[in-house]
């Protein structure tokens, strides 16, 4: 009876209206969901973001605790190569002083040098004249007493330069290394 009242038109407006009620209930049923899905969504959102900001938090401290561990490296290598360094200066300049007073009593006692029996409380046989006379020849195709002098100093000084070159090749300027060796002696 009703339907007859509506007519046609009536009852396509009906339908109508319960599909758009039908559609509004799915909509509003949909809102609720991708609400809850956007709350979801933005709690992972919030949890990468603090991830991120402790990894990048995480690689400042690496970074840094890396560039204190490069500078504590570099301050104990500069310190062993000040103190190689040091050690080889002073033993060079020992040992040119050494060869300087050596040279400088050659010089005063010239005769000293050339009879090493002479000096001795008892008296050996000498060298016969003839002998003598070749150990002066000998002697007078050696370097002078400067040049001799300049060619030990500077004999010396290249030995000194190939130890110093040895014990600063042996420096291990790895950053690791002094915990390697403090780890290395624990067990």
């Known amino acids: 009876m009703i339907l007859r009242l509506l007519g046609p038109q009536g009852i396509a407006g009906i339908v109508v209206a ?8 799915i909509q509003k049923g949909e809102t609720r969901h991708w609400k809850k899905q956007s709350g979801q969504f933005e709690q992972l959102y919030r949890g990468d973001q603090a991830a991120f900001s402790g990894t990048v938090a995480n690689y400042r401290a690496a970074a840094e605790q890396a560039r204190a561990a490069d500078r504590a490296a570099a301050d104990r290598v500069r310190a062993e190569q000040d103190n190689i360094n040091e050690r080889s200066n002073n033993a ?10 050596r040279a400088q009593r ?35 195709a050696r370097l002078p007493a400067e040049d ?31 915990a390697r060796s403090s780890d290395q002696k624990r067990p």
């Open 18 to 25: 319960l599909c758009l009620a039908a559609l509004l209930a």
């Open 148 to 178: 001799a002098l300049t060619a030990t100093e500077q004999a010396i000084q290249l030995d000194e330069l190939i130890q110093w070159v040895k014990a600063q090749a042996k420096v291990d300027n790895n950053p690791a290394a002094g």
């Open 106 to 140: 050659l010089r005063l006692q010239p005769q000293a040098a050339a009879d090493p029996g002479a000096g001795r409380a008892a008296p050996l046989p000498g060298v016969s004249a003839p002998a003598r006379g070749a150990a002066q020849a000998a002697g007078q």
């Open 92 to 101: 060079l300049e020992t040992r040119l002083a050494d060869a300087r007073a």
